[in-house]
């Protein structure tokens, strides 16, 4: 799972470099993905993520539980 928040599921998007002159070159956007751990106060323990500062600010919001459970239901965390 390279390159995939596992909270928000934001992946690489495909665009083009454009030239002054208006010549396209085809380039990558990446997520802005950070490894991060979490403490999860419901089992006492740390949870290792790879997220996005978005990601981040869901988890802020809504918490790591909720958030958790979110992402589990949208396949992009198989256990926690």
């Given at each position: 799972?390279s390159?995939?928040?596992?909270?928000?599921?934001?992946?690489?998007?495909?665009?083009?470099?454009?030239?002054?002159?208006?010549?396209?070159?085809?380039?990558?956007?990446?997520?802005?993905?950070?490894?991060?751990?979490?403490?999860?106060?419901?089992?006492?323990?740390?949870?290792?993520?790879?997220?996005?500062?978005?990601?981040?600010?869901?988890?802020?919001?809504?918490?790591?539980?909720?958030?958790?459970?979110?992402?589990?239901?949208n396949?992009?965390?198989?256990?926690?």
């Amino acid at each position: 799972m390279s390159r995939i928040c596992q909270i928000t599921g934001k992946t690489l998007q495909r665009g083009n470099n454009v030239s002054h002159s208006n010549i396209k070159t085809k380039r990558l956007f990446e997520p802005n993905l950070r490894v991060k751990k979490f403490w999860f106060e419901e089992e006492s323990r740390w949870v290792t993520l790879k997220v996005t500062a978005a990601g981040i600010r869901t988890i802020n919001k809504i918490g790591l539980k909720a958030a958790l459970a979110k992402a589990q239901a949208n396949g992009l965390v198989s256990i926690y």
